[in-house]
C-alpha cells in the first residue's frame, strides 16, 4: 500500500479504564488535517503535552488510565471535550479543521435495564435521551468519530443516530458487533453504524478478523483497527492495518512502552513506504 492508517490516539482515559472516574471511555484525537503518519504524531503528542499541562494546573489530574491516557478528575462529562477542544487550541491547531475528536462512549457498560445511568452527573437516560445528546455533543464540539454510542442490545437507537449524523461522522460498533462479519453484514442492510473496530484478538483468529474487515469494506464503511486494554509489546497489529489497508489504527495513548512501540512501529513502516507515510485521503472519511 502507499498509505499509511490515520492514528486514533487517547488523550483522556475514562470509564472501565479509569476506576469509571468518568463515564466516556476514551477521549481521543485525530489529526484528519495531516498530510501524513509522522505529522499526525506530532501534533497528536503537542495536544497529549498541552493537555496534560492544563491539568495539571487546575488540578484535574489524578495520574494515567490503563491505556495511557491521563487519569481526569472531571465534575461532568463535558468537561472533558471542553478541555480537549482548550488543549487543541493551546497546541497551535484549529479544532475540526486539522485535529478533531473522537470518542469511545463504551455505553454498554452503563446501560442498565435498557437505560444509560451516567454516574458522573447523576443521570438516567433512554435510548432517545442518549440519541439526543449525542447529536447535541456533535453539533457542539468537533467530534469526527462515535463508538458504541449505545448500548450493544440497542440496535433502534444506532439506527436512529445513524439516519441523523451517520452522513458526517463515522458511528463505529465494537461491543455492538464484536468483529464478526456476519453482524456487520446485518446492520449494514438495515443502515446501522457506519464504521466498524476491528480487534484481531477478540476475533480469535486472523482469519475472522480479516473476514470482518471484507464485510466492512464491501458495505462501503470505514474501519478502524484497534489493540485491547492489557496489551502486549508486540506490534503485529501495525503490519495487518498496512497489509489489508485499514485506514484508521486506534492501541491507546502517548505514553506506556505497549502503546508507543506500537505508534513508533508506524515510524518505521512510514519511512519504508517514503514520505513520511502518507495517509489515507481524508475523502475517504464521512467528515
Known amino acids: 500500500t502507499s498509505h499509511l492508517y490515520l492514528p486514533e490516539i487517547q488523550i483522556f482515559g475514562g470509564g472501565a479504564h479509569a476506576d469509571r472516574r468518568i463515564d466516556i471511555q476514551d477521549f481521543m484525537v485525530v489529526a484528519v488535517g495531516a498530510e501524513s503518519y509522522i505529522q499526525a504524531l506530532e501534533w497528536t503528542a503537542e495536544v497529549y503535552m498541552a493537555a496534560g499541562h492544563i491539568m495539571a494546573k487546575r488540578g484535574k489530574l489524578m495520574g494515567l488510565a490503563d491505556e495511557g491516557g491521563y487519569w481526569p478528575d472531571f465534575n461532568s462529562n463535558e468537561e472533558g471535550l471542553d478541555l480537549l477542544v482548550q488543549a487543541i487550541e493551546r497546541a497551535g491547531f484549529i479544532p475540526g479543521e486539522q485535529i478533531a475528536i473522537a470518542l469511545d462512549i463504551a ?3 452503563f ?3 435498557g437505560r444509560y445511568y451516567l ?3 447523576n443521570r438516567n437516560l433512554d435510548s432517545d435521551d442518549m440519541c439526543a445528546m449525542m447529536v447535541d455533543w456533535v453539533e457542539r464540539y468537533p467530534i469526527c468519530s462515535l463508538e458504541d454510542p449505545l448500548g450493544e442490545d440497542d440496535s433502534d437507537g444506532f439506527k436512529k443516530l445513524t439516519e441523523s449524523i451517520g452522513d458526517r461522522i463515522q ?7 464484536t468483529t464478526n462479519a456476519a453482524s456487520i453484514n446485518l446492520a449494514a442492510s438495515n443502515g446501522i453504524c457506519n464504521s466498524v473496530l476491528i480487534k484481531p484478538n477478540q476475533a480469535g483468529t486472523l482469519t475472522e478478523a480479516k473476514a470482518a474487515f471484507d464485510a466492512s469494506k464491501a458495505a462501503g464503511w470505514t474501519s478502524i483497527i484497534s489493540g485491547r486494554s492489557g496489551e502486549t509489546e508486540d506490534t503485529t497489529i501495525c503490519h495487518l492495518a498496512v497489509a489489508w489497508g485499514v ?3 486506534k492501541v491507546g495513548s502517548f505514553a506506556r512502552s505497549e502503546r508507543m512501540i506500537k505508534w513508533n512501529e508506524g515510524i518505521r ?3 519504508q513506504i517514503g514520505n513520511q507515510g502518507t495517509l489515507v485521503p481524508r475523502s475517504y472519511f464521512p467528515w
Open 171 to 177: 458511528i463505529v460498533g465494537d461491543d455492538y458487533l
Open 111 to 113: 446501560i442498565k435495564d
Open 119 to 121: 454516574a458522573l452527573e
Open 247 to 249: 485506514a484508521q489504527l
Open 107 to 109: 455505553a454498554s457498560e
Open 269 to 271: 513502516i512510514a519511512h
